[in-house]
């Protein structure tokens, strides 16, 4: 089995940058699984979410009863994520950036229109990573076809090895 740069990156990450990679895989799971309060237990208490349509939510209560409201009141595309990168701002607080294409339900490919750039910015307390800013951003690419379709390609790939 050959290592991959991927594979290589994850061996020589400290287990810090680890752990926020796991938070966001965490949320994008908790999002496919429809956990509205295992989205919300991953933020600290104050967090904060800007949603792709531009609400904002602060608070766990908050958090929690806006995704159990959108799960309730839908079923929402799955996700797929790519992790570009992990920048510690201090030994307590990270920024990550990642990209994400979202699979509408009963589909098997991404909807372009709905890829996203998310951010996250995470604040260690005891030990603990948790989320204090989660951002979702359209991908839209205004009159720049070539970047949507590059950024789809690539997420395709990912959800091609997340399906394997």
């Not at 509205?36 to 949603?51: C, K, Q, Y």
Request: aromatic share 6%; glycine share 6%.
């Amino acid at each position: 089995m050959e290592t991959t740069a991927k594979d290589l990156k994850l061996i020589l990450a400290s287990p810090d940058d680890q752990a926020v990679r796991t938070l966001y895989a965490d949320v994008l799971t908790q999002w496919n699984e429809r956990n509205a309060s295992g989205i919300a237990r991953l933020f600290d208490r104050d967090g904060h979410v800007v949603g792709f349509d531009g609400s904002q939510l602060e608070g766990h209560r908050a958090i929690e009863s806006e995704m159990a409201r959108i799960f309730a009141d839908h079923q929402p595309p799955q996700y797929v994520g790519i992790v570009r990168e992990v920048r510690f701002l201090s030994e307590t607080v990270a920024l990550l950036r990642a990209v994400a294409g979202m699979v509408p339900p009963g589909q098997t490919d991404l909807n372009p229109a709905v890829n996203a750039i998310q951010t996250l910015i995470a604040v260690k307390q005891d030990s603990t990573w948790q989320i204090t800013l989660y951002q979702n951003t359209p991908a839209a690419f205004h009159g720049r076809p070539d970047a949507v379709t590059a950024l789809t390609d690539e997420l395709r790939q990912q959800l091609k090895l997340n399906s394997d």
